[in-house]
């Protein structure tokens, strides 16, 4: 593993902690004098825009980084921190714009912040959990539902719960492997 801080990945995983809080500022300032001139639905596609932008930056700093051998320290906390910040900003707008449902986000952001902290803790003990196609998969259907309800296509309220059902397997998946190599 390179000391490297500063690299490519890190730098995309950077780049999408600080576009999630401008596409969380699109979602619920609506009413604010400032976009006062533009129909929120303009603003929601422009946070769709920003919420793919910061998504095709979390597959290639994973990319990069197995591909270059550019995995670092700071990058294993900071990816998945800056995954949890995008979905954080993408399903806090949606439910409070009254689109997604507030118990399904309740569970996946329990699960989220409860796993991320799982995760840190896993790394400061030199125990690598890596994430399984479960959490893979997850977090790629949790990116396409909250792609369709930003762009309120239909099918957007039932890809949130297969993402709340994967969310809370994968979840089970993480403890189950973090009990195996504590054990070990």
């Known amino acids: ?33 400032i976009f006062s001139e533009i129909h929120p639905s303009w603003l929601n596609y422009f946070a769709g825009f920003i919420f793919v932008i910061a998504s095709v930056t979390d597959f ?13 320290i700071v990058g294993q906390i900071l990816d998945p921190l800056a995954d949890k910040m995008l979905t954080l900003a993408g399903f806090l707008g949606l439910m409070g714009q ?5 118990w399904a986000i309740y569970l996946i952001l329990t699960r989220e912040l ?7 803790s896993a790394i400061s003990e030199g125990i690598d959990i890596s994430a399984s196609i479960f959490g893979k998969i ?6 396409i539902a909250i792609g369709f309800l930003l762009m309120r296509w239909s099918g957007g309220e039932l890809l949130l719960w297969i993402a709340v059902i994967l ?18």
Request: proline fraction near 5%; charged fraction near 15%.
């Open 1 to 33: 593993m390179q000391k490297k801080i500063v690299n490519v990945p890190n730098i995309l995983a950077f780049i999408r902690l600080l576009l999630a809080p401008i596409m969380f500022m699109l979602l619920v300032n609506q009413d604010a004098p």
């Open 60 to 72: 290639f700093d994973g990319y990069i980084a197995r591909t270059f051998n550019q995995i670092t």
């Open 98 to 102: 009254n689109i997604a449902s507030p």
């Open 114 to 120: 409860f796993i991320t902290g799982l995760r840190v």
């Open 138 to 143: 997850k977090t790629v259907v949790q990116m």
């Open 167 to 184: 969310t809370l397997y994968s979840g089970y998946e993480y403890v189950r492997e973090f009990v195996k190599k504590v054990g070990d």
